[in-house]
């Protein structure tokens, strides 16, 4: 079963920055904050995780509270092609249960 | 990078006939595992392997689906006697996990999706 809370869905502007957030206030210790996203007819694409740190990647960046309760997925310049179903994981040993996710939409 | 290969990419069966789908998952990757996906739903887990070993099941796996890894490489997961509540988008992902770093992304390819009539 999902451990996290995450809308269900939200809209974004071109060029605008996304921010999806997620609560996961059931978190221990060990266990990572993974995103993921999918694109219509294709499989999971990994986005970005961490433990406790904020992380910055090519796609976005992470942004973990310090109680770890919640965490904000950015990406900085939203494209249309960035319209997907972003999910937020917690998990640890690589134990991953996906919940419903939250729908993103860019609009030009 | 290869990635991980499902195939078919689609499979169209009769309620009762028995499919079989295949996952090649990236070559070092030592875990594999199967989800299932329905409209509208986020993946479900089904079952993950450790090199060929079968570590864990969901309860979702009913007696009439079997996941084999046989040899720590490739994975096959079939189901008997399908029923329409089989259709389904079945995914499949592979990772590397060592002693020193258990927690790396899961790979996902881009699924078998079954329509049982």
């Known amino acids: 079963d999902a451990k996290t809370t995450q809308p269900p869905s939200m809209d974004c502007a071109e060029g605008r920055a996304a921010n999806l957030p997620c609560n996961h206030s059931?978190?221990?210790?060990?266990?990572?904050v993974y995103w993921y996203r999918q694109i219509h007819s294709q499989g999971p694409q990994y986005i970005i995780h961490g433990l406790k740190n904020n992380e910055t990647n090519e796609m976005a960046s992470l942004i973990i509270t310090e109680d770890r309760k919640s965490s904000t997925l950015i990406l900085p310049h939203a494209t249309l092609r960035d319209t997907a179903v972003y999910y937020c994981?917690?998990?640890?040993?690589?134990?991953?249960?996906f919940g419903a996710g939250t729908r993103l939409t860019v609009k030009p | 990078d290869t990635g991980v290969s499902q195939n078919p990419r689609h499979k169209i069966t009769k309620r009762g006939q028995n499919v079989t789908f295949r996952c090649d998952p990236i070559s070092e990757h030592n875990r594999l595992y199967w989800y299932r996906q329905t409209l509208g739903q986020g993946p479900e887990f089904l079952t993950y392997f450790q090199n060929e070993a079968q570590l864990e099941k969901s309860r979702l796996l009913s007696d009439r689906f079997s996941a084999e890894r046989p040899k720590g490489s490739f994975s096959t997961l079939e189901i008997q006697r399908t029923e329409q509540g089989d259709s389904a988008m079945y995914l499949c992902a592979s990772s590397l996990v060592t002693g020193f770093q258990y927690n790396s992304p899961l790979h996902f390819g881009n699924g078998t999706r079954l329509t049982v009539t």
């Open positions: 994981i917690v998990s640890y040993n690589n134990d991953m249960r």
């Open positions: 059931t978190i221990s210790g060990n266990e990572y």
